[in-house]
Nanobody
Framework: VQLQASGGGLVQPGGSLRLSCAASGFTLDDYAIGWFRQAPGKEREGVSCKRQSTGSASYANSVKGRFTFSRDNAKNTVYLQMNSLKPEDTAVYYC????????????????????WGQGTLVTVSS
């Protein structure tokens, strides 16, 4: 199981970025998928979560309406489209997966996820 995250970079406030998380060695179909981030000096927090049992992703309140989860099954890749970025969105972003059938509250707990990508840095600054 390997996850490769990419797409981070430096963007001005109000700008957009799209993060990618490509899976290899397995297919994403039967996995819950989470996007997490960790800002300097802060704990890792959940940003978005797509469970196996639901048709749509869930979002943390801090990003709701600005971030969008999507997937391309043919490419075995998931994405996080981030719009209207703010300086407080600056962090290393990680994708993670688990085969566990999570309840929504568990989606935000990083210990529930078994495999992690390497992280990609997003810096929002003028």
């Amino acid at each position: 199981v390997q996850l490769q995250a990419s797409g981070g970079g430096l963007v001005q406030p109000g700008g957009s970025l799209r993060l990618s998380c490509a899976a290899s060695g397995f297919t994403l179909d039967d996995y819950a998928i989470g996007w997490f981030r960790q800002a300097p000096g802060k704990e890792r927090e959940g940003v978005s979560c797509k469970r196996q049992s639901t048709g749509s992703a869930s979002y943390a309140n801090s990003v709701k309406g600005r971030f969008t989860f999507s997937r391309d099954n043919a490419k075995n890749t998931v994405y996080l489209q981030m719009n209207s970025l703010k300086p407080e969105d600056t962090a290393v972003y990680y994708c993670a997966v688990t085969r566990r059938r999570l309840i929504l509250s568990s989606c935000w707990r990083d210990e529930q996820f078994d495999s992690w990508g390497q992280g990609t840095l997003v810096t929002v600054s003028s």
